[in-house]
């Protein structure tokens, strides 16, 4: 009896021996990792998921690539993860993460509360390469905008020197890796300000109205419509801004009323392209110009302005007077 527990004590410490053992036994199998050899990290972009004058706009303007260590590995390649970046998603990390991109994604949060990158290097087309001391690295591109889109990247970690046993069976360390990146394409939008100036005006027919259809059209396709409107109760400037206009659409403003007393000195009809969202500074823009002609009928009109609630999923009617002196606005309904 006694002898039967001291094999089963026997056979349960060989079991735990080997646990521990055997994937140091598999890490040598592929040979020990040279600390001191610098790895090549080569990030591809496929050029068609680009036009090809964005990819080459992409190429010329650079995509900033941001690099952060997220864990240190031995020679055996067991990797250590910085205290920066511990997190339960790399917990795992040597006995194998079942979702990297779950794992690289509350990597780069963390990373975001860092502020200071690794490493930061311009990516200027497939013949890019930064060198890189051994370890795991988070790679972050930067969003870009090239033409009427963006381009946003996921990040991804990356193991400096790589393997590929899994997938080909070679079982030597690479110290030259290369990791493709996939962009997501997205629309930019941009702003239209519409710049009025009343140079004469007359108090006694009380407020000057101004009326603005605004239509914005992209390829064959109307991306926005509305009808606007600018009060006066003095001579001098005012401005509306109209945001989220898809960038690239050609926007026709027409001056559609402006009082029975009050004469156009510009052109009743102005046009402006839409540009990017990182031309926020400068947006597209044009410009209205009247006076009082000597008139003395008074204006007056009711604007309906239709906006959609996300919440409820109906339209809302914001009506608003003008008549007299002053704007009156009725309720939403």
Not at 179 to 204: H, M, W
Not at 219 to 237: Q, R
Not at 254 to 266: K, N
């Amino acid at each position: 009896m006694r002898n039967k527990k001291t094999i089963r004590i026997f056979f349960a410490l060989v079991a735990l021996v080997l646990t521990v053992i055997l994937p140091y036994m598999q890490s040598l199998a592929r040979g020990q990792i040279d600390l001191l050899r610098t790895c090549t990290l080569w990030p591809v972009i496929d050029a068609e998921e680009f036009g090809e004058d964005d990819w080459e706009a992409l190429k010329t303007a650079g995509i900033q690539m941001d690099l952060y260590c997220v864990a240190d590995v031995d020679m055996y390649g067991r990797y250590k993860v910085r205290e920066a970046f511990a997190c339960p998603e790399l917990e795992e990390i040597n006995e194998g993460v079942t979702d990297w991109q779950a794992a690289a994604l509350a990597a780069a949060e963390l990373a975001d509360a860092q502020n200071t990158p690794y490493r930061t290097f311009t990516f200027t087309g497939n013949d890019s390469s930064v060198e890189l001391p051994v370890g795991m690295y988070l790679l972050c591109p930067r969003t870009i905008s090239a033409g009427d889109y963006e381009y946003a990247f996921l990040p991804c970690l990356v193991s400096l020197p790589g393997n590929d046993y899994e997938i080909s069976g070679d079982d030597r360390w690479r110290y030259s890796v290369e990791v493709r990146l996939k962009p997501e394409k997205r629309a930019c939008f941009g702003d239209l300000l519409i710049q009025k100036t009343l140079e004469s005006y007359n108090e006694t027919l009380g407020s000057a109205l101004f009326v603005f259809q605004v239509e914005a059209v992209k390829g064959e396709e109307i991306v926005y419509s509305d009808v606007l409107s600018l009060c006066f109760n003095k001579p001098g400037e005012k401005s509306l801004l109209v945001k989220d206009i898809p960038a690239g659409a050609k926007v026709t403003v027409t001056e559609v009323y402006s009082g029975a007393s009050y004469e156009a000195v510009t052109e009743p009809e102005q046009t402006a392209v839409i540009l990017p969202g990182d031309h926020a500074d400068a947006p597209a823009r044009v410009e209205f110009v009247n006076r009082y002609h000597g008139g003395l009928i008074p204006g007056s009109g009711v604007i309906n302005h239709f906006s959609y609630d996300d919440s409820t999923g109906n339209w809302e009617l914001k009506e608003t007077v003008y008549s007299g002196e002053a704007a009156e606005e009725g309720a939403d309904r």
